[in-house]
């Protein structure tokens, strides 16, 4: 069964850097559409971006366009997301998830002065 990684969470100061890591074992990343969303605890799951399997296409929320970037690397069947110029309000659990049934168990990203 496929499991889902995350990592390279962590804390950063605002208008910092972090890329975040989603790999998998028992299977591959590869055919899946990878979405990562966040969630602040008290606060509604916010859709961050995807990526779709088929044609590479990507797909960015509102709140962090022209500041994340979400790639692939096939070779090391990892996606990645590479968050720049981060805000407080960025502050939160990160998850990826594959298709609609497989996500990991979170890495925690504080954005803090």
């Known amino acids: 069964q496929l499991q889902i990684v995350e990592s390279g969470g962590g804390l950063v100061q605002p208008g910092g850097s972090l890329r975040l890591s989603c790999a998998a074992s028992g299977g591959s990343l590869h055919y899946h559409a990878i979405g990562w969303f966040r969630q602040v605890p008290g606060k509604e799951r916010e859709g961050v971006s995807c990526?779709?399997?088929?044609?590479?296409?990507?797909y960015y929320g509102n709140s962090v366009k022209g500041r994340f970037t979400i790639s692939r690397d096939n070779a090391k069947d990892t996606v990645y997301l590479q968050m720049n110029s981060l805000k407080p309000e960025d502050t939160a659990v990160y998850y990826c998830?594959?298709?609609?049934?497989?996500r990991g168990q979170g890495t925690q990203v504080t954005v803090s002065s």
């Open positions: 998830k594959a298709g609609d049934s497989y």
């Open positions: 990526v779709i399997s088929s044609n590479g296409d990507t």
